[in-house]
């Protein structure tokens, strides 16, 4: 166990909805990243935040968001969905912004969405 | 444009051999690497790391060596256990940082017992 939460475990929407999902880092982590991991695919990094302030872009669609709360709670939200999102939406954290080699990301179980 | 990869999307070994899990990048501004090892139902987990300015790094029974004139580095694992079977993903980054780390696509090794 990680200590890295994500909710739900699975997922299943109709394409063109909206979805949320949640991530909640180790104690004491600051940073949280979001990645996709499509069929086939490696793990695309999306987008970290760094105590409530975006740090770093990857891929990341325009349909995509996310944000950091005030108790460190991330949340990714995914809106107009195509069947091609369908993946694994995995969240890490560590506890600085990722500086230094020693700054670890851990991961969560990850959210497997399916869009129909 | 893939700029770390994996050739080799399984891998099998006997329990006690070694096994060699190879990876190669195509982006020469990457300077730290790291594996990572992921169980199914589970997220992935940091295994070992190497900077670009050693070419071993050592942790039990887990050596990754990089090899930078060939944009190569490989994880070896002496002696393979059955529960070393898993999927292995090969990462990098720029400017060592431990953020925007770009992955390979994995390789699922198993360990026969």
């Known amino acids: ?116 | 444009d893939q700029q770390v990869k994996q050739n080799s999307p399984s891998l099998s070994v006997q329990e006690g051999r070694i096994s060699i899990l190879n990876c190669d990048y195509t982006n020469s501004m990457f300077d730290y690497f790291l594996w990572y090892k992921k169980y199914p139902a589970e997220g992935p987990t940091f295994l070992i790391s190497i900077s670009s300015i050693k070419d071993k790094n050592e942790d039990g029974r887990f050596t990754v060596f990089l090899n930078k004139s060939a944009k190569h580095l490989s994880l070896h694992i002496v002696p393979s256990q059955p529960g070393d079977s898993a999927v292995y993903f090969c990462a990098a980054s720029r400017g060592g940082s431990n953020y925007k780390l770009t992955f390979g696509k994995g390789t699922l090794l198993t360990v026969n017992p």
């Not at chain 1, 699975?10 to 880092?25: E, F, N």
């Not at chain 1, 760094?50 to 005030?70: D, T």
């Not at chain 1, 995995?90 to 990722?98: E, I, M, N």
């Open chain 1, 1 to 116: 166990d990680s200590g890295v939460t994500q909710t739900p475990k699975h997922l299943i929407t109709a394409t063109g909805q909206r979805v949320t999902l949640r991530c909640s880092p180790r104690s004491g982590d600051l940073s949280v990243y979001w990645y996709q991991q499509s069929l086939d695919q490696g793990l695309q990094f999306l987008i970290q935040y760094y105590n409530g302030e975006e740090r770093a872009k990857g891929n990341i669609l325009e349909r995509f968001s996310a944000q950091q709360f005030p108790d460190l709670h991330s949340e990714l939200n995914l809106s107009s969905l195509e069947l091609g999102d369908s993946a694994l939406y995995f969240c890490a954290s560590s506890v600085g912004p990722g500086a230094g080699e020693e700054d670890t990301q851990y991961f969560g179980p990850g959210t497997r969405l399916t869009v129909l």
